[in-house]
């Protein structure tokens, strides 16, 4: 998960308190009961954003239009908010399903989903310097938001991420 204005709490792997679900993981099915609305399931392979398809191994991504967040994942699927993901540009909303997608293979660490969405981005070629720019405008807050420092933290680490030859 990659809230811009609070601390990135992974939601992905937070107890859903609202549904008994066992080990605390829900499966989509479980997810889009609980959420109602127009949520609904995204079959891998099938997922869009601007027309471009997303993959993330054999994942689905569950569509839901009130989460709270641009994005979300629970180890097995990613969660999409094309709501808030409309506000964004092309390369920034890519970055946002891989950040989710990091989190499918890279556990809970927001750092390493990082890394894994940017240098993701640069191997397949839809990031680029200046989409890297626009990404770290995304999770910068505004000066003397208590939580610049984070963005400006992250993105100095995602900079480094991009440079590395080395997959981490
Ligand atoms: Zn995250």
Redesign the pocket.
């Known amino acids: ?2 809230s811009v204005a609070v601390a ?1 709490a ?1 939601v ?1 792997y937070a107890q859903d308190t609202t549904t008994p679900i066992r080990d605390g993981i829900p499966t989509p099915e479980q997810y889009i009961s609980t959420v109602g609305g127009d949520s609904h399931l995204v079959a891998p392979g099938e997922f869009k954003l601007d027309g471009r398809t997303q993959y993330c191994g054999q994942r689905p991504t569950v569509i839901d239009n009130k989460l709270d967040d641009y994005g979300a ?1 629970y180890p097995g699927f990613l969660i999409m908010n094309p709501k808030l993901l409309d506000r964004v540009s092309t390369p920034v909303k890519q970055w946002i399903y891989a ?2 997608c990091g ?1 499918q293979f890279r556990g809970p660490d ?1 750092e390493t ?1 990082d890394c894994f969405a940017v240098q993701r981005g640069r191997r397949q070629g839809w990031l680029k310097p200046d989409g890297l720019e626009e990404i770290c405008t995304f999770i910068t807050p505004a000066k003397g938001d208590s939580m610049h420092f984070s963005g400006s933290y992250r993105c100095e680490y995602m900079r480094k991420c991009y440079e590395d030859p080395n997959i981490r």
């Open positions: 998960m990659l990135c992974p992905a994942a950040h989710e989190h927001e989903a």
